[in-house]
């Protein structure tokens, strides 16, 4: 099946998978602390923002000013607040003040108005408001199913350890494709690493992790394949 492709904001990413991300997918992000999903999260819906797309940053942990900093530290997502409000919405969801169930957090994703990109930080905060392993299991798979009536969803998950790609719940087999952010420890010093695991629809090269640079000026993937 030949599926329409969502540009990622990294150019060498979109290479590697066939011009984007698969449309109507939900793509798991993982990664230990620090290692760039936020950015990377919000560097993905600004490219979907300057095209015009409707996109949602839900996130159940930092505050919205707290992300728009973020981006606005890196010059190329400086552009950040250009769309704000407008095309780009980031709602601040914390569970614990709203005393918001997983069930009911699901509930009111499946409401949103149709939505291009919408990323859900992170599936972690989820877990801690289920009641049972059994039912986030269920919820997730009903969050997942309502996000395909996007364009494009992304879930950030953060893993502890460089060899996890879920939070251990099986995350990873509920979506459509999964990406990781490592960081690897070279001689010289620790590389921040990009890796595909899964990606359906997609041809591309598994588990090869491609150098993730994150500087003052910008987020970007190298040509560097780290072997
Ligand atoms: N302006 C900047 N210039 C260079 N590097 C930066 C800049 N801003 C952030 N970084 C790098 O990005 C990292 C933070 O990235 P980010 O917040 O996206 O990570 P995360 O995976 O979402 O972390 P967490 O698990 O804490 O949510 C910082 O630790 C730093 O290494
Ligand atoms: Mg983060």
Redesign the pocket.
Known sequence: MIKMRVTTGLKKLDRLLSGGLPEKSVVLLS??????????ALNYLLEGARNGEKCCYVSLSEYDNELVK?AE??KSMSDIKKYLGKNLVIENILMSASNLSMGRFVDLISKYPKLDRIVI??VNKMLIFSDTEKSYRAYLAQLVSSLKSSKSALL?C?TEGDEKIDSGNKEAYECDGIMQ?VFLDLEEKPMRSLIIHKMRYTSFDPKVPHELK???KEMKLTETKII
Request: aromatic share 4%.
């Open positions: 990664g230990g602390p620090g290692t760039g999903k936020t950015l990377f973020a530290s890196i930080d992170d950030l953060e952010i994150i500087s003052s």
